[in-house]
């Protein structure tokens, strides 16, 4: 597969016009004057005992924005961050908006040559970063990061005292957002990319996805608008911003001219207090985070009467967990990657009650979808599994520096090729199976993991569960499911193995079953099925 010789041919041919959008404009700093001339008082960033209003957000960016300038960061120059969920994270993002730099929003949470591998390969000259976190001294960090990267010509403190001299290289927040700032605008161009997003990086090196202020805030609007958020909604912002989730949550936030309430990382028991304190009407998350939610004793709806809505999204969705949650918060699931945005589908209020649970939805306005066959690249028909490919206004241009691979996932019509296998019906609600590169071969037949999980899940005793394969001289591979049980249950493998038989073909029942206590899990709350693999030791089979 290629791209057409123009990469951008097949992505502008497929631009649509956002039906009912908040906004006249698709570019972010665009987007936020407008939010900002609609409701200037009105409450924008919550973050602890600090409130910005819209206004406020706005004068920070712009001085910003200013400074930097002055210390030569302008169009097309890309800008770390380097922070958790904080206003200074969005301050930076909006300011970057009307340099027309290039937001790289960076996981504070990577190990150091972690870090270095995602600046180095984005090039940045210049980094946002907190000055100590989770027991990090990044001002530490940095000092050897600028030695070894001399294109990192600046770093930019946030949480050090100003006060505390710096080396030229370093200099503090506060510093560069003082002061009556002057007008700094580049003219607005929505097809410039807006962010490099690095993928959460389950297999191999993550990789630099480039997506445009048209496609992300464009993409943030219609899924703003389908879950029906609105000027007065307060919304929990505990998905991490440097994932594409966190963006688009922030991005529909100001299309709305909604309020965030931001949690720096989630923790669930904070999280439930955080949204009674401040009446959170939003909540948005993986299904990890949801489910950590369940556990916690205030989270009902006499403890949340605010709670409206919320999207669940990021990594399989099982139909139970969705059922439980409802009653306190009444969430869409969407379906999504980095690649794609991120929504591509999504459950919606009025959808029939077994295809709200359990599906993905149907996908947004101006969004494109087919079914791919996976050996021959033909198109299948409905109700048939093959691989999902999207085209739509929001998809990426590309990933950042490596065109072989940019080539690689699209077709020559410009679909992106998810990786993910689906199944589309008449009515166009999809159904999500599992991932291309996932897909267990037993003896001669594929098991895909996601229809063994949904079944198990089904299981009283069963908290969660993952299903990987395991190498085996004979059938090639073996099914092994990975399984948490509920606290306090008494299960045993023999019991999972007969549960399974009642509930699927013989092929796809396990041949092993492992327990364990979690899962490892990236920053985007998926599990990372390569290192649970690498965990778990082919003993004698179960059955």
């Not at 027991?135 to 050090?160: C, I, K, N, Q, S």
């Not at 990657?337 to 589908?345: F, I, Q």
């Not at 709350?525 to 004698?540: C, N, T």
Request: glycine share 10%; hydrophobic share 45%; aromatic share 6%.
């Amino acid at each position: 597969m290629g791209l057409p010789s123009d990469p951008r041919a097949c992505y502008l041919q497929c631009l649509v016009a956002v039906e009912g959008s908040y906004l006249k404009s698709l570019h972010l700093a665009d987007a936020f004057a407008e939010a900002v001339s609609r409701g200037p008082d009105r409450p924008f960033l919550v973050s602890g005992a600090r409130r910005l209003s819209y206004a406020q957000t706005d004068r920070e960016a712009r001085a910003l924005a200013a400074s930097l300038r002055d210390l030569g960061i302008g169009a097309g120059h890309r800008i770390a961050t380097v922070l958790p969920n904080c206003p200074e994270a969005i301050i930076t993002l909006l300011a970057a908006a009307r340099l027309g730099a290039v937001i790289v929003p960076v996981n504070p949470a990577l190990a150091y040559h972690e870090l270095q591998y995602q600046l180095r390969h984005a090039g940045v000259p210049l980094a946002v970063s907190v000055t100590t976190w989770e027991g990090r001294d990044y001002l530490e960090w940095f000092e050897d990061l600028t030695e070894e990267m001399p294109e990192l010509r600046h770093v930019v403190a946030v949480g050090g005292d100003d006060d505390v001299w710096y080396e030229d290289r370093v200099v503090g927040w506060q510093t560069l957002v003082s002061g009556d700032p002057p007008e700094v605008r580049v003219p607005s161009d929505p097809g410039a990319s807006l962010a490099i997003l690095y993928t959460s990086g389950t297999a191999g090196k993550p990789k630099g996805v480039c997506l445009t202020h048209r496609g992300l805030v464009g993409n943030a609007v219609e899924t703003a608008e389908t879950l029906g958020v609105v000027a007065g909604d307060i919304a929990l912002l505990a998905v991490p911003h440097f994932t594409v989730f966190g963006t688009s949550v922030i991005l529909g936030a100001i299309a709305a001219g909604a309020t965030l309430v931001l949690q720096g990382s989630f923790q669930a028991g904070a999280a439930v207090r955080l949204m009674a304190q401040e009446r959170v009407t939003l909540c948005h998350g993986v299904p990890t985070m949801f489910a950590l939610l369940l556990r916690e004793k205030d989270f009902t709806h006499e403890m949340l009467p605010a709670l409206r809505t919320g999207i669940i999204a990021g990594s399989p969705v099982a139909p139970d967990l969705v059922r439980q949650v409802r009653p306190v918060c009444n969430v869409e699931i969407a379906y999504g990657l980095t690649e794609t945005g991120p929504t591509v589908t999504m459950t919606r209020l009025g959808d029939p009650h077994a295809l709200r649970q359990g599906s993905v939805g149907r996908p947004l306005e101006g969004v494109e979808l087919r079914i791919v066959d996976l050996g021959e690249g033909t198109l299948h028909g409905t109700e048939a599994v093959g691989e999902l490919a999207v085209r739509s206004p929001a998809v990426m241009t590309g990933y950042d520096r490596m065109p072989v691979e940019t080539r690689r996932v699209f077709s020559e019509d410009g679909f992106f090729m998810t990786g993910d296998l689906a199944l589309l019906d008449a009515d166009g609600f999809v159904r999500i199976v599992g991932r291309r590169k996932e897909t267990i071969i037993r003896g001669g037949f594929n098991v895909h993991p996601r229809e063994v999980e949904d079944v198990l899940r089904a299981h009283p005793a069963i908290s969660d569960v993952c299903v990987i394969g395991v190498a085996h001289d004979v059938l090639g591979e073996m099914i092994c499911a990975c399984v948490v049980p509920v606290e306090g249950a008494a299960v045993r493998s023999e019991d999972v193995i007969a549960f399974a038989r009642d509930g699927m073909a013989d092929y796809k029942v396990p041949d092993l079953v492992r327990f364990v206590d979690g899962f490892p899990l990236n920053a985007s709350g998926k599990v990372q099925r390569r290192e649970l693999a690498r965990s778990v030791v082919p003993l004698q089979p179960a059955s």
